[in-house]
C-alpha cells in the first residue's frame, strides 16, 4: 500500500506540471499594455565631433582612346611533287607557290568611319620542260570614308584601284609541238581606277551594300604594243580592254553597286564574299559583273585550308564568263595576334 500512495503522488505531480506547462504557453495580448522602457542609469556624454581632411594626390592615367582597329594576314602556300624516272603511273615534276597578304585598317568615331583594305596576291606554277605560269595575280586596294545617315544609312565616297603584278600570256602549241605565248596584260596594261559617292545600307557588322549613284572609272592600258603583238599571233577577240588602239586611257561614267560578307559561318569556318555590278550609262550593254568568293577553314594556330573562286563578265574582255578557282593549304600569320 505504502508504494501504491507513492505512485499516486508521481502521477499527480506529472498531470500537474502537464498543466503548468499548458497554462505557460497561452499567448498574452500586450497591444493595451502601457510599457515604459527605464532609462539608463549610466551617464552619458555627446561631444563634438572634429574631421580632419585627408589630402587625396590624384592619380593621372596616361591612356588614349584608340579609334583604329587594324588587322593584316600574311600567308603562303606551298605545293610540290615529283615523280622518278621510272613511274609508271604517269605524272610530271611541279613546284607551285603562292603569297597572300591581305591588310584592313578601320576607323569608327561618332558616325564617321573609315576603312581601307589591300589585297596583294601572286602565285606562280613550274611544271617540268615547261615554262613557268601564273596562278593568280592580284592588286587591289579600297578606300572608303562614310557618315552616318540613320541606324542603318550611310554617305559614303570611295576610290579603289586594281591591277596586277606580272606579265600575263597566253599560251599555244605550234605545228610542231613546241609551247608559243603572246602578251596579254601587265602591269597597267590594264589598271582600274573607280571613283564613287552614293549610299551604303549596312543592316549588321557582317554585310554591307554600297549604291553608287555617282561613279567614275579610268580603264589604263599604258602598253600600246598590246593591239599590235596579239593581231600577229592572230587573236582575234583581243580588244584591248575597251581602250581605243593606240589610246592609253578611257574614262566612264556609271551606276555601280557593290555587296559585301563577311562572316564566321561555323566554328573555323569564315565565309567572304564580294560582288560589283557596274553599268555604264553611256553602253548599257557593257555591264560588267564580279564574283569573289572565299572559304577559309582554320586548321590550327597557324594552318588554313581555303577554297576561293572568281567569275567574271566583262565585255570589254571577252564576250564570255571568265571563271578561276583554287584550293590551297598553307601558313598563315596574322597581326596582332
Given at each position: 500500500?505504502?508504494g501504491?500512495?507513492?505512485?499516486?503522488?508521481?502521477?499527480?505531480a506529472?498531470?500537474?506540471?502537464?498543466?503548468?506547462?499548458?497554462?505557460?504557453t497561452?499567448?498574452?495580448?500586450?497591444?493595451?499594455?502601457n510599457?515604459?522602457l527605464k532609462?539608463?542609469?549610466l551617464?552619458?556624454?555627446?561631444?563634438n565631433?572634429?574631421?580632419?581632411?585627408?589630402?587625396?594626390?590624384?592619380?593621372v592615367?596616361?591612356?588614349?582612346?584608340?579609334?583604329?582597329?587594324?588587322?593584316?594576314?600574311?600567308g603562303?602556300n606551298?605545293?610540290?611533287?615529283?615523280f622518278?624516272?621510272n613511274?609508271?603511273?604517269g605524272?610530271v615534276n611541279s613546284?607551285?607557290?603562292?603569297?597572300l597578304?591581305n591588310h584592313?585598317?578601320?576607323?569608327?568615331?561618332?558616325?564617321y568611319?573609315?576603312i581601307?583594305?589591300l589585297i596583294?596576291?601572286?602565285?606562280?606554277?613550274r611544271?617540268?620542260?615547261?615554262?613557268?605560269?601564273?596562278t593568280?595575280d592580284r592588286?587591289?586596294?579600297?578606300?572608303k570614308?562614310?557618315?552616318?545617315l540613320?541606324?542603318?544609312?550611310y554617305f559614303?565616297?570611295?576610290?579603289s584601284f586594281?591591277?596586277q603584278?606580272?606579265?600575263?600570256?597566253?599560251?599555244?602549241?605550234d605545228?610542231?609541238?613546241?609551247?608559243?605565248r603572246?602578251?596579254?596584260?601587265?602591269?597597267m596594261?590594264?589598271g582600274?581606277?573607280?571613283?564613287?559617292?552614293?549610299?551604303e545600307?549596312?543592316?549588321?557588322?557582317?554585310?554591307?551594300?554600297r549604291?553608287?549613284?555617282?561613279?567614275?572609272?579610268?580603264?589604263?592600258v599604258?602598253?600600246?604594243?598590246?593591239?599590235?603583238?596579239n593581231?600577229?599571233?592572230?587573236?582575234?577577240s583581243?580588244?584591248?580592254?575597251?581602250?581605243?588602239?593606240?589610246?592609253?586611257f578611257?574614262?566612264?561614267?556609271?551606276?555601280?553597286v557593290?555587296?559585301?560578307?563577311?562572316?564566321?559561318?561555323?566554328?573555323?569556318?569564315?565565309?567572304?564574299?564580294?560582288?560589283?555590278?557596274?553599268?555604264p550609262y553611256?553602253?548599257l550593254?557593257?555591264t560588267?559583273?564580279?564574283?569573289?568568293?572565299?572559304?577559309?577553314?582554320k586548321?590550327?594556330?597557324?594552318?588554313?585550308?581555303?577554297?576561293t573562286?572568281?567569275?567574271?563578265y566583262?565585255?570589254?574582255?571577252?564576250?564570255?564568263?571568265q571563271?578561276s578557282?583554287?584550293?590551297?593549304?598553307?601558313?598563315?600569320f596574322m597581326?596582332?595576334?
Amino acid at each position: 500500500m505504502k508504494g501504491l500512495y507513492i505512485g499516486l503522488i508521481f502521477v499527480f505531480a506529472f498531470v500537474t506540471g502537464l498543466q503548468a506547462q499548458e497554462i505557460d504557453t497561452v499567448p498574452i495580448n500586450t497591444n493595451d499594455l502601457n510599457l515604459r522602457l527605464k532609462r539608463s542609469p549610466l551617464p552619458s556624454r555627446m561631444g563634438n565631433l572634429e574631421y580632419k581632411p585627408i589630402q587625396l594626390m590624384p592619380v593621372v592615367i596616361d591612356a588614349k582612346v584608340n579609334y583604329w582597329n587594324t588587322r593584316t594576314s600574311v600567308g603562303i602556300n606551298l605545293n610540290q611533287a615529283a615523280f622518278s624516272n621510272n613511274w609508271t603511273g604517269g605524272g610530271v615534276n611541279s613546284l607551285a607557290l603562292t603569297g597572300l597578304i591581305n591588310h584592313r585598317a578601320e576607323y569608327s568615331r561618332e558616325g564617321y568611319s573609315y576603312i581601307s583594305e589591300l589585297i596583294l596576291n601572286y602565285g606562280k606554277v613550274r611544271n617540268k620542260n615547261q615554262s613557268e605560269k601564273k596562278t593568280v595575280d592580284r592588286i587591289f586596294w579600297d578606300n572608303k570614308a562614310a557618315i552616318q545617315l540613320s541606324k542603318n544609312w550611310y554617305f559614303f565616297g570611295s576610290l579603289s584601284f586594281e591591277s596586277q603584278f606580272d606579265n600575263g600570256y597566253r599560251f599555244y602549241n605550234d605545228g610542231n609541238g613546241n609551247e608559243l605565248r603572246n602578251l596579254l596584260s601587265r602591269f597597267m596594261s590594264p589598271g582600274y581606277l573607280t571613283e564613287s559617292i552614293g549610299f551604303e545600307y549596312k543592316p549588321s557588322k557582317y554585310f554591307s551594300t554600297r549604291i553608287g549613284t555617282g561613279t567614275a572609272r579610268q580603264t589604263f592600258v599604258l602598253d600600246t604594243s598590246l593591239v599590235r603583238l596579239n593581231a600577229a599571233a592572230g587573236n582575234t577577240s583581243f580588244n584591248n580592254y575597251g581602250v581605243p588602239a593606240g589610246a592609253t586611257f578611257k574614262n566612264e561614267l556609271a551606276f555601280q553597286v557593290v555587296s559585301n560578307f563577311d562572316k564566321e559561318i561555323a566554328k573555323n569556318l569564315n565565309l567572304k564574299a564580294r560582288y560589283m555590278v557596274f553599268i555604264p550609262y553611256d553602253q548599257l550593254d557593257y555591264t560588267n559583273h564580279r564574283l569573289d568568293v572565299e572559304l577559309r577553314a582554320k586548321v590550327n594556330k597557324f594552318m588554313n585550308v581555303t577554297v576561293t573562286g572568281v567569275g567574271l563578265y566583262d565585255k570589254n574582255t571577252t564576250d564570255k564568263i571568265q571563271a578561276s578557282q583554287t584550293l590551297a593549304l598553307g601558313m598563315v600569320f596574322m597581326f596582332p595576334r
